[in-house]
């Protein structure tokens, strides 16, 4: 019995409507999770910040968590939600991609990985079974397998090879340490592979192996891309994921926050997002808007008396059901101004970004669930970049030939979206 019920309510070519049944609440996909990594998302006070942006599903980090305020605190307050304050579900990445962030820190093994706290230098073991027990305490609703995570720049063939076999063995070891809670949080499993696609490469490697173990795994996620290769190597791994990874589970691309990143990977698929773009970005003064990024603190937001954006009814653009009044982007402006990482302003913008992807991933649901999703790619492609001409890459093999119009028809240059 699994703790995962997943429903696809309609599917428009490959792009799908579906609903993720879990202990704590019901998740419309396609949805984008907003990054609570230490139980909190930056930038706001708390989950119950989150109000009025519909919400349902958040992401925290096993690492953080255990490094603060300790995954047995966490516990012994009842688990994340009551820790936080939040209702909705939680999804907890294991701690693999901090091999990644906290490279210099780390030391690797066939046990596990050894981190060095960047804070007061103490050292901790990560094993996957660990990190299956932290997940426990956690008490997030999807866990995460502990996978051995190389930076898709990296140089060295031996060490993806050696990555991607690791990653198997330690899914094992992460399955058996998480059998007796299958019923109560489920366990995803993630492919990695580098960006090797061909048929027998090391990606196709990590999903045999997976497809050996389905019946034990109830969701996939896509790691080890969004790292700085090009687009085409991108999108070649996302493609030849998807459309190997079972159709009746989840799939989960880790780490993807740009709107036009999470269009075409729809298109393509994929059901789940995480990523701290858009509250990252908000802390800087760039709001996520459906013509593109605005940066408020540029010169011609200095006298704007308009709403951050028209029509959006997140709490730094809605009116004052009292006065009528609302905040403007040259009150923003002046904000940033006055502070370069204003806490005020970066709060209100972060709840704007989130309500901007979130209401993204909305429509995303209602055009799949009418047919019209190709409709809705043109529309979103024509609101951000207007008509013009895309120069071509190998992409085009890779993502299917109506997103491919659409974005024909936009002026958009794929090389340089990152």
Known sequence: MSALKFEVLARDKRARASTLTLPHAHTSTPIFMPVGTGAT???????????????????????????????HIVRENGGIHNFMNYSGNVLTDSGGFQMVSLFALSELDERGVTFESPADGTRMLLTPEASIRAQHD??????????????????????FKEATERTLRWLDRCLDEHEHRKHIQALFAIVQGGLDV????????????????????????IGGVAGGESKDSF????????????????RYLMGVGDPLDLVVAVALGVDMFDCVYPTRTARFGTALTKKGTLNLKHRSCESDMGPVEEGCM???????????????????????????KSNVAGSMLSHHNISYMLNMCREMQ?????GQY????????ADRYGNGAVKQSGWEAHVPGWVQDALKAADVNWLEWR
């Open 198 to 221: 061909r048929e027998g490469g090391l990606r196709d490697i990590c999903l045999q192996g997976f497809k050996e173990r389905d019946h034990r795994i109830p969701g996939y996620a």
């Open 235 to 250: 999108w070649r791994v996302v493609e030849f994921c998807t459309a190997r990874l079972p159709a009746d589970k989840p």
């Open 374 to 381: 190709s409709s809705f790619v043109r529309r979103f492609l």
């Open 41 to 71: 998302v930056k930038g706001l006070s708390g989950a119950t910040t989150l109000g009025g942006t519909s919400c349902s599903m958040l992401l925290g980090n096993t690492y953080h968590l255990s490094q603060r305020p300790g995954s």
């Open 366 to 370: 209602d055009s799949i669930k009418a």
């Open 314 to 340: 997140c709490r730094a653009c809605a009116p004052d059901p009292a006065t009528g009044r609302r905040y403007s982007r040259a009150l923003f402006h002046q904000l940033f101004k006055v502070s370069e």
């Open 138 to 159: 956690i008490g997030a609703d999807v866990v995460m397998a502990l996978d051995d995570v190389v930076s898709s720049v990296t140089v060295d063939d031996g060490r």
